[in-house]
């Protein structure tokens, strides 16, 4: 019998405390940490050189953004999935990410069932908002 490998995981927020809390959510539910980033350049560097399944971005980060670093990631050539997390409802937000390549756009004030739920969703191959 084959063994399934964990989801991996790359975690970009510039808060330590969210990032950590994001981390043991994706761990205590099989998936595997490759690393975490505290802005958008280094999340960059780390999903490029990691390739992770999902890169999990905040979406106001120092020197860049989420949208900015999907944006770069995308022109590279990424096929990584990629969520952008965050406090904006603003629909043009949503818009800019989704249209900069993002797979999933979710609220830091949802209930953490909806990030489980949107890592499943985009792993079957749909977009979660």
């Known amino acids: 019998m084959q063994e399934i490998e964990p989801t991996t995981v790359v975690l970009a927020d510039d808060h330590a405390i969210v ?7 994706c761990v205590v539910n099989g998936m595997r940490i490759l690393g975490q980033a505290a802005d958008g350049a280094a999340a960059v560097q780390l999903i490029e050189a990691l390739k992770p399944d999902f890169g999990i971005l905040d979406l106001f980060m120092p020197q860049v953004t989420g949208v900015e670093a999907i944006r770069r990631l995308r022109l590279n050539g ?18 800019e990410a989704l249209r900069a390549g993002a797979d999933a756009y979710l609220l830091k004030d949802g209930p953490s069932r909806h990030l489980l739920d949107a890592i499943g969703f985009v792993r079957d191959g749909g977009v979660y908002v």
Do not use: N, Q
């Open 78 to 95: 990424c096929t990584v999935k990629l969520m952008i997390l965050s406090i904006s409802r603003e629909e043009g937000t949503v818009m």
């Open 19 to 25: 990032r950590e809390g994001i981390a043991a959510l």
